[in-house]
């Protein structure tokens, strides 16, 4: 993973998606499809987005009992995403169970989909991870066991806030991945993200990608604007 830009595209059907990507035309982008639109749209939007030639993390966050999750994604490995995740808190068997599932769905000399887990929230705050989850950790000690457990079930990184991302790498190592969203332009809104960060900040951490949805798909121009992204962050266009 080149240290791509991911951008969200939180949008409700596929019309609204072509229109914000027309202007986008020619240039090869690294997409990110979450459940408002993959459950408008189905498989068919995925298939589209790389029939243009854009890489594809589909983040449907999955946290479901381990044969459920491992025949999802079974399935999931069909599409040919590039990405996809789980959540963390349903555990090692779990995690591990996705895995199998990518594998052997997966087809023979087809490359497998990396895989994530979610270790908490951008959304959750220390305060509200210690009072709802009823978790006596530090919110870095939550991320940082979550990142490890995802490590020994076999996954490939996390899904973290840019703040534990240098601890991560540190405890686990560089190859891991840590994709980070709740990253911010100082002009822009938090909205309800939590543990946000510029994208200076991400750099300086060496997060393995970042993802980016409101600030870009918002914005008046939002192909201007994600060309002032790329030169705060770097790489990721073609
Ligand atoms: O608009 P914004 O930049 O906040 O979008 C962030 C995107 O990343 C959203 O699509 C959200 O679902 C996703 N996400 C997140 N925090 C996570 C995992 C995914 O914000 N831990």
Redesign the pocket.
Known sequence: MNHPLII?L?FSNGVEVEKFLRPFQGISLFV?V??ELYYQEGPSIINLLKEQGHQVFL?L?LHDIPNTVYRAMKGLARLNCDLV?VHAAGGWEMMESAMEGLEAGTSAGGKRPSCIA??????TSEVQMQKEQLIQATLMESVLHYASLTKTAGLDGV???AQEAAAIRQQIGPDFLTVC????LKSDQT???KRVSSPEFAKEAGVSAI?????I?KAVDPLENYHQWIQVWGGAAK
């Open positions: 969200a939180d990110k979450g459940m983040d966050k995740n979610v270790t908490q929230l951008t959304s899904v973290c806030s969203p709740g990253i911010r909205g309800d993200q993802v980016v949805g409101r600030s798909t």
